[in-house]
């Protein structure tokens, strides 16, 4: 990709949501006509904010067009995938909101791989992490490449298992490739992007946010023929990259725990719904048909659109408010980092990467202005 096409694609999307640069290029064919095209050419196609703002980007253009070229430039593997490009994962061309632009860290050619989804809690058992690890490691061995999103956990559990079997593994972040989180996978990035192949649609530098990490679990359904959840608790991004998976035609598998562990009901709510359930690798295996995607339709996971809301637990049990040190902090008030900082005596780094647990989990809510809230348990 050239200079001047780089920052077209970069101008464009830093300014409009996906939606609006699907119609521009869908009508223009490229970044640069459809700029060139000027306001006459995106009035029926945008908004006016939309249009103030690609007629004069609020970002700093010049300083992600060079972030991105220097980036480009530290790595032998390190890329870009365009839509358009002939090995762009034609899997991903078919689900609701397939990624315009990714980026990419590793092998490329994993993207043409089979691909199967393994996903699950970022605090499991014991025997979550043995069966991560045992369905991923024979996933790898059949030859398919195992897709994860380099949490803590099963997420980790199966990237590590995977990355030296035939099948490879690919982990899809939420982030800029250049900030790794969780941080205590910066080791584990590092080993992906040498043996395997790290992916994210986020512009390089973009940090942890919250939002983004239901968001880029589309990527992760949607490269994957199947999705296995190994472990999940009620509330988790893991029923959500099921419910992706399900509304993209593929086939969700889930393994049954025990009935009093909170880390099991995720997974039994999915059986109830007519997920596969999964006790031997043969089990994921039979249901992968050969050469194709599974022939399913979709299940009503019952998710909310923008995973900040997920199926409550059944009224006989329901799910409690954990004893948290930061949740108590907070209260029932509406607070700030910085008095949120003054209450618990936490540094803001550590302070920021837990509240980012805390909301991905759904037990804090980030409202505008930089404040927080506990959310209302069901």
Not at 225 to 243: W, Y
Not at 332 to 344: G, I, K, P
Request: proline share 8%.
């Amino acid at each position: 990709m050239s200079p001047e096409d780089l920052r077209g694609w970069l101008h464009l999307l830093s300014c409009v949501s996906r939606g609006a640069a699907r119609r521009l290029l869908a009508r223009h064919g490229s970044p640069s006509a459809a700029l060139d095209a000027g306001s006459a050419g995106w009035a029926a196609l945008l908004g006016p904010d939309e249009a103030a703002k690609l007629a004069q980007p609020t970002v700093d253009l010049d300083r992600l067009v060079q972030r991105t070229q220097t980036w480009l430039e530290r790595g032998e593997r390190r890329s870009i995938l365009l839509v358009g490009d002939a090995d762009y994962p034609a899997p991903l061309l078919n689900i609701a909101d397939p990624p315009l632009m990714l980026y990419l860290d590793g092998r490329r050619d994993l993207l043409q791989q089979r691909c199967v989804a393994v996903v699950g809690s970022r605090r499991p058992s014991p025997q979550g992490d043995d069966n991560a690890r045992h369905f991923a490691r024979g996933l790898g061995q059949a030859g398919f490449c195992v897709v994860s999103g380099l949490a803590l956990g099963i997420d980790g559990a199966a990237h590590e298992a995977a990355l030296d079997t035939p099948g490879g593994t690919i982990a899809v972040l939420g982030t800029g490739l250049d900030k790794i989180y969780p941080l205590e996978h910066a080791d584990l990035a590092r080993q992906v992007a040498r043996r395997g192949l790290l992916l994210s649609e986020y512009f390089i530098g973009t940090p942890p946010m919250g939002p983004n990490f239901p968001r880029r679990n589309r990527i992760i359904a949607g490269l994957s023929e199947g999705c296995l959840v190994v472990e999940a608790a009620m509330k988790s991004g893991s029923l959500i990259t099921a419910r992706q998976a399900s509304e993209a035609g593929r086939e969700v598998f889930a393994v049954p725990g025990s009935i009093h562990s909170p880390q099991s009901r995720g997974c039994h709510h999915l059986l109830k719904q007519g997920a596969c359930l999964v006790q031997e690798l043969e089990d994921l295996l039979a249901e992968l048909p050969a050469g194709g995607l599974p022939r399913t339709s979709p299940l009503s996971l019952g998710i909310d659109e923008d995973g900040a809301a997920v199926v409550a637990p059944a009224p006989s049990a329901p799910v409690e408010p954990p004893d948290h040190p930061l949740l108590r902090a907070i209260g029932h008030d509406t607070v700030s980092l910085e008095q949120l900082s003054q209450r618990s005596g936490w540094p803001q780094d550590e302070l920021n990467a837990t509240l980012l647990d805390l909301e991905l989990e759904g037990h804090v809510a980030r409202l505008p202005g930089s404040l927080f809230q506990r959310r209302r348990q069901a």
